[in-house]
């Protein structure tokens, strides 16, 4: 008569039962997911500024035409085509809230001169990101520096912001 009782099988299912409870609570595989889209957006921030920057040495300092056609201090939703109504839709999700409706600005000029292969788009967090609404927003300020924006940081203290 050998073998395990049935007691001593439930408690080593118990025992095993537990341990895989504390490492999935250790991993808190939620936070990972927030803080992998976290990276995204950090990326896509400063593969966007990079871009505009490129651009604009290649120009002789001028930024791209849509760029330039921006009010100081006004905060824009970044898209890939020109759209004139609902860039701020997405306002209740955004940490830097779009100025107003018709506050969008086209970057499809970067894709189309090749300084990047597409306009990024945020990974949806509580937002709805798309290309006619990005999830990044664009400030000129009027001394010519510019400010992009991840319209969400899920588990960044700080806004995911890149100023130039």
Not at 34 to 56: G, N, T
Not at 111 to 122: F, H, L, N
């Amino acid at each position: 008569s050998q073998g395990f009782t049935l007691v001593e099988l439930l408690i080593v299912i118990g025992i095993i039962a537990i341990l895989a409870t504390a490492t999935f609570v250790a991993l808190d595989p939620l936070r990972r997911f927030r803080d992998s889209r976290d990276a995204k957006r950090w990326s896509d921030v400063a593969e966007l500024m990079h871009a505009i920057k490129v651009d604009q040495v290649d120009n002789g300092g001028s930024y791209l035409d849509k760029i330039q056609d921006m009010n100081p201090g006004d905060i824009y939703m970044i898209t890939d085509g020109d759209y004139l109504t609902g860039c701020n839709t997405q306002n209740a999700h955004c940490d830097a809230q779009v100025t107003r409706d018709s506050a969008c600005v086209n970057l499809n000029g970067l894709v189309a001169q090749g300084y990047t292969g597409k306009i990024p788009v945020s990974p949806n967090g509580n937002g709805n990101w798309s290309p006619s609404l990005t999830g990044y927003t664009l400030t000129a300020s009027s001394s010519g520096a510019l400010t992009i924006t991840a319209c969400e940081s899920e588990n960044s203290v700080d806004n995911i912001t890149v100023t130039r």
